[in-house]
């Protein structure tokens, strides 16, 4: 199976970095994309996102060998309702979200008899929208692709080719282990940055602004977290909820344990934890995960 035209549904982050790479790499692949916002719509068609924005999700996916859905895992269901009448037979139906159960089921409803195959590009920013994509988003960085039960061989050895194309490390799971894993690493994080946000701007009051202006660098790098799309993460915690509720009694049972320890002027508790703790963050350097230069590799004032 080649694919040779993909439509992309939904044109922000994640959507343009898909159209942006398949140009800079030179593929020969025809892009097409659609997005329900018709100003993001325009500014795609500015950006040459993808080769040919659409006014309908119809034509959008018209003859497309690939498609994939680059919107909030709560819309998957109506984006895939909407492109339905469009779809030709046997063509692969996948998508970027953080959750991959809640999706297959999403779009297994929407498109009965569909061929879809979930994916999870682990990669992007703390920025959405149209203007936020970019060419090289996916190097080096995995896709986890979620294949149901009898997936057809051929159209999965094309989605982990297409992705490869991109630049991506393939890796293959199942959908459930999927979101325990992600839990851990993406979704309980992001859940502890919004929340300690937030109890610092519940506390601008008290501090008369201190928490803001002599923020230092934990705190920058939870408000950066923090930033990202509202829209996005409220329908990864409500889609993936029972994996995120079952890390974050995990997570709750830890922090009392460190409650503890403090209590108790446990000086050595509190270093086994924090070397341990230092070893994890070398390893995530030695895979390539992170930059190991400070503050991240960022250049200050960016």
Known sequence: MTISRV??????????????????????????GWDRDAQVRARAAERGLVGTVCERPEDAVAKADLVILCVPVGAMGDAARAIAPGLAPGTIISDVGSSKEAVATALADALPGACIIPAHPVAGTEQSGPDAGFATLFAGRWCIITPPEGCDPAALDALSGFWTALGSKVELMDAAHHDLVLAVTSHIPHLIAYTIVGTASDLED?????????????????????????????????????????????????????????????????????????????????????????????????
């Open 206 to 302: 008290v501090t008369q602004s201190e928490v803001i202006k002599y923020s230092a660098g934990g705190f920058r790098d939870f408000t950066r977290i923090a930033a990202s799309d509202p829209v996005m993460w409220r329908d990864v915690f409500l889609s993936n909820k029972g994996a995120v509720l079952e890390m974050l009694g995990r997570f709750t049972e830890d922090l009392t344990a460190m409650q503890r320890a403090i209590r108790s002027a446990d000086g050595d508790a509190l270093f086994d934890l924090f070397t341990r703790t230092r070893a994890i963050r070398r390893q995530v350097i030695e895979q390539g995960q992170d930059d190991e230069r400070p503050d991240f590799g960022r250049e200050h004032g960016k």
């Open 7 to 32: 439509a992309i549904i939904g044109l922000g982050l994640l959507g343009g970095s898909i159209g942006l790479a398949v140009k800079a790499r030179g593929l020969a692949i025809t892009t097409t």
